[in-house]
C-alpha cells in the first residue's frame, strides 16, 4: 500500500498523470506515433503510411494479448493490495500509450484502405460508424462514473447524438456496397473502440482518481485493473481478426 498512496502525492489533472507514468515516457508515446503517422500523411508515401499504421498495429495488439494471456493470469494469483500497487504504475503509463496506438492504427488503416481503392465511397460508412462508436461511448463513460442522468452528461450525449447523426443525414443517401471484408473491419473496429475508450479508457481514469483520492479504494483498483486486462485479451483477439480479414482484402 505504501506505493499507492505515494504515487498519489504526485497531484491531479493530465500534468499529475504524466508525472505518475513518468513524463518522458508519456510524451514519447503520444508524441512518436502521432507525428509518425502526421508525416506519412503529408508526404503521402503510402509505404511509410504502411510502416507506421503496422507497427502501431503489431504494438496494439502484442501489448492487448500480452495484458490478456499473461499479465492477467500472474496478477490474478496475488492479493489484492499487490495487483493495486502494480496498477498503480502501470495503468497511467498505458492510459497515454493504448488510445495513441489504437487511434494511429484505425486512422492509418482506413487511409490506407481508401488510397489503395479497398475503400471507395468511405464517407457515409465512416459517418455510420462515428456515430455507432462515440453515442455508446458517451452512455459507457457516464454510467461508469454514475453520472449517466446528470446534466453534463446528458448535454455532450445531445452534442454527440446531433453531430454525429447530422453527419450520417447529409451522407446517407450517397451510401453504397462495399465489400464484406471492409465491413467485417468496419464493424470489429467499432467494437474496438467502444470496448476501449468506453470501458478501459475511463477505468483507468477511475484507477488515477483513486490514486490522488488520498484514500485509495484497493480492491476498486484492484477490480478495474484486472477487468481492463481481460478486456485488453480480448481486444488482441478482436485485433487478430481484423488481421486476418485485412489479409482476405489484400487476397481479393
Given at each position: 500500500m505504501a506505493t499507492v498512496t505515494g504515487d498519489a502525492e504526485r497531484g491531479r489533472g493530465v500534468q499529475g498523470l504524466a508525472k505518475q507514468a513518468n513524463p518522458a515516457f508519456a510524451a514519447g508515446a503520444v508524441a512518436i506515433p502521432v507525428l509518425a503517422l502526421a508525416g506519412a500523411l503529408a508526404t503521402n508515401d503510402l509505404t511509410a503510411l504502411t510502416y507506421v499504421h503496422v507497427m502501431a498495429g503489431v504494438l496494439w495488439t502484442g501489448i492487448d494479448l500480452f495484458m490478456g494471456l499473461v499479465l492477467g493470469p500472474v496478477l490474478g494469483g496475488l492479493e489484492p493490495d499487490q495487483r493495486a500497487g502494480f496498477f498503480a504504475t502501470f495503468t497511467p503509463k498505458m492510459t497515454f500509450l493504448m488510445p495513441v496506438l489504437a487511434m494511429v492504427t484505425i486512422t492509418g488503416g482506413i487511409t490506407l484502405a481508401s488510397r489503395w481503392g479497398d475503400f471507395t465511397n468511405a464517407t457515409p460508412w465512416l459517418a455510420l460508424m462515428t456515430a455507432a462508436i462515440l453515442i455508446p461511448v458517451v452512455v459507457l463513460v457516464g454510467w461508469q462514473f454514475d453520472a449517466l442522468t446528470s446534466g453534463r452528461t446528458l448535454g455532450v450525449l445531445a452534442v454527440v447524438a446531433l453531430g454525429a447523426g447530422g453527419w450520417v443525414a447529409t451522407t446517407l443517401q450517397s451510401i453504397g456496397a462495399i465489400s464484406h471484408w471492409i465491413l467485417a473491419a468496419l464493424v470489429v473496429v467499432t467494437v474496438l473502440s467502444i470496448i476501449g475508450f468506453g470501458v478501459i479508457l475511463p477505468g483507468e481514469v477511475r484507477i488515477?482518481?483513486?490514486?490522488?483520492?488520498?484514500?485509495?479504494?484497493?480492491?476498486?483498483?484492484?477490480?478495474?485493473?484486472?477487468?481492463?486486462?481481460?478486456?485488453?485479451?480480448?481486444q488482441g483477439l478482436l485485433q487478430l481478426a481484423v488481421i486476418f480479414v485485412m489479409v482476405n482484402i489484400r487476397l481479393v
Open positions: 488515477y482518481r483513486q490514486l490522488v483520492s488520498g484514500d485509495p479504494d484497493v480492491d476498486l483498483i484492484s477490480d478495474i485493473g484486472m477487468r481492463n486486462a481481460k478486456l485488453g485479451g480480448l
